[in-house]
């Protein structure tokens, strides 16, 4: 059974950098592609963007400029950093397996100064 | 990018009764389209993928139809844990996005 953990920062300060990680265990993350998707009360769900395990990354055309999804075979992990953020990136981020079978439990991530 | 608009947004229900729960997409999806179930404090959880397929593990009162721009997700006899929002998906067209979500909740 495939499981998915999301860890970083619960509070970024406006303009900064989130940078969230996922780990995955009881499977590898190869050779499989990954997600991180997002949830605000005001805009629902939102896909943000998904990596293969060998690296090519897929964007949300809406997030592109500020968006990085990387992946790290050797820990079994991938991460998301979103730049100069603001406070409409508040959100519950989740990583999920490609097309969203599994997900994380989700992380609750504030932008306030 | 494709929208989906799920009607209603909300569905007041009791307890063995049947939800029917429709997602439009403004093109054609085929029928790449999933169905979510979400529960408060929790990630959503698949439970129909490719407009008709049950996931791993979900129950058969939950079903799928649909085809093109018009979907309905049916379940025949709605249990207590049956209560939350749900929310079609379509991966037909990056980006992929999601409706709105309808609750289906006590009456």
């Known amino acids: 059974q495939v499981q998915l953990q999301e860890s970083g920062p619960g509070l970024v300060k406006p303009s900064e950098t989130l940078s969230l990680t996922c780990t995955v265990s009881?499977?590898?993350?190869?050779?499989?592609?990954w997600s991180w998707i997002r949830q605000t009360p005001g805009k629902g769900l939102e896909w943000i963007g998904y990596?293969?395990?060998?690296?090519?990354?897929n964007y949300n055309p809406s997030l592109k400029s500020r968006v990085t999804i990387s992946v790290d075979t050797s820990k079994n992990q991938f991460s998301l950093r979103l730049t100069s953020v603001t406070a409409a990136d508040t959100a519950v981020y989740y990583c999920?397996?490609?097309?969203?079978?599994?997900w994380g439990q989700g992380i609750l991530v504030t932008v306030s100064s | 990018e494709i929208v989906l608009t799920q009607s209603p947004a909300t569905l007041s229900l009791s307890p063995g009764e049947r939800a029917t729960l429709s997602c439009r997409a403004s093109?054609?999806?085929?029928?790449?389209l999933a169905w979510y179930q979400q529960k408060p404090g929790q990630a959503p959880k698949v439970l129909i993928y490719d407009a008709s397929n049950r996931a791993t593990g979900i129950p058969a009162r939950f079903s799928g139809s649909g085809s093109g721009t018009d979907f309905t997700l049916t379940i025949s006899s709605l249990e207590p844990e049956d209560f939350a929002v749900y929310y079609c998906?379509?991966?037909?067209?990056?980006?992929?996005?999601f409706g709105q979500g309808t609750k289906v909740e006590i009456k």
């Open positions: 093109q054609s999806v085929n029928t790449h």
């Open positions: 999920a397996r490609f097309w969203g079978d599994y």
């Open positions: 998906r379509q991966r037909s067209d990056w980006p992929w996005t």
């Open positions: 009881g499977g590898s993350i190869s050779p499989n592609y």
């Open positions: 990596i293969y395990y060998s690296g090519s990354t």
